[in-house]
């Protein structure tokens, strides 16, 4: 998990320079936003100044435009600055986009990291959590074992009344059709291929052959169809019987 935790750190830290580079990205904005602007000014300066020409000529006079030159170089003036600026605006925006785009990237690659380490991860805690259920249910063999030697007891102690299926009996015959199910490269038993395998498309069986192991018919623990570990539960408990003075 150490690795996971460093990798969700690392993303955490590129995904929050992103959102800085985008904050400072903001700011040039209102500079391109700006120069735009007295671009649409100084032209309504110079319209004012050609109809004030415009219309001197109509009135044969001479054109009163003092003001408007002096507006307009003032404009201009403040224009050619505010462009410089958004000249710079513009430039930055591209470094910052490109930055941006990189570091994107790389958040991408380290979350596919991480999606491979977790996923290791939970591999590897299902692995043991199957170990452990394995284990469990190897250690229920002497288990049934003493349930269906004691049925099997009764029924040779008695007497013709005896249920012709007892409790022990039926739970082994239940757990014998419907399994105890475990992978079969933990049970210890070799898995014939099912018939018609070799008539698979090429490389169908094989991409299906791994989860293969988790179909519903999968392999027993070994114990659950060996008699002899049952016949050593009913031989140790009628010997109980006969030192009580039972004939079995």
């Known amino acids: 998990m150490k690795d996971i935790k460093s990798l969700s750190k690392r993303i955490g830290e590129r995904r929050a320079e992103v959102e800085r580079l985008k904050g400072q990205g903001d700011r040039g904005e209102p500079a391109i936003a700006a120069a735009a602007q007295q671009v649409r000014t100084i032209a309504e300066i110079r319209r004012r100044l050609a109809d004030e020409n415009a219309q001197a000529f109509v009135d044969n006079r001479a054109a009163k435009t003092t003001a408007i030159d002096a507006e307009l170089a003032a404009a201009e003036k403040a224009g050619a600055q505010l462009q410089a600026a958004a000249e710079a605006a513009r430039s930055g925006l591209?470094?910052?986009?490109?930055?941006?785009?990189?570091?994107?990237?790389?958040?991408?690659?380290?979350?596919?990291?991480?999606?491979?380490?977790?996923?290791?991860?939970?591999?590897?805690?299902?692995?043991?959590?199957?170990?452990?259920?394995?284990?469990?249910?190897?250690?229920?063999?002497?288990?049934?074992?003493?349930?269906?030697?004691?049925?099997?007891?009764?029924?040779?102690?008695?007497?013709?009344?005896?249920?012709?299926?007892?409790?022990?009996?039926?739970?082994?015959?239940?757990?014998?059709?419907?399994?105890?199910?475990?992978?079969?490269?933990?049970?210890?038993?070799?898995?014939?291929?099912?018939?018609?395998?070799r008539g698979w498309a090429p490389g169908t069986f094989e991409a299906a052959e791994p989860y293969m192991k988790f179909e519903p018919t999968l392999a027993a623990p070994a114990w659950l169809h060996d008699e002899s570990l049952i016949d050593a539960g009913v031989e140790a408990t009628a010997s109980e019987l006969r030192d009580a003075g039972i004939e079995i």
């Open 94 to 197: 591209e470094i910052i986009e490109q930055r941006c785009s990189e570091i994107e990237a790389e958040i991408e690659d380290l979350i596919a990291k991480r999606r491979e380490l977790v996923t290791a991860e939970l591999a590897a805690r299902r692995e043991v959590a199957i170990g452990e259920y394995v284990e469990a249910v190897e250690a229920l063999a002497p288990i049934i074992s003493k349930m269906v030697s004691a049925d099997r007891l009764i029924r040779k102690t008695g007497g013709p009344d005896v249920a012709r299926l007892l409790p022990g009996e039926a739970l082994l015959a239940r757990l014998r059709l419907e399994r105890l199910p475990i992978p079969w490269d933990r049970s210890g038993n070799e898995r014939a291929l099912p018939r018609g395998a």
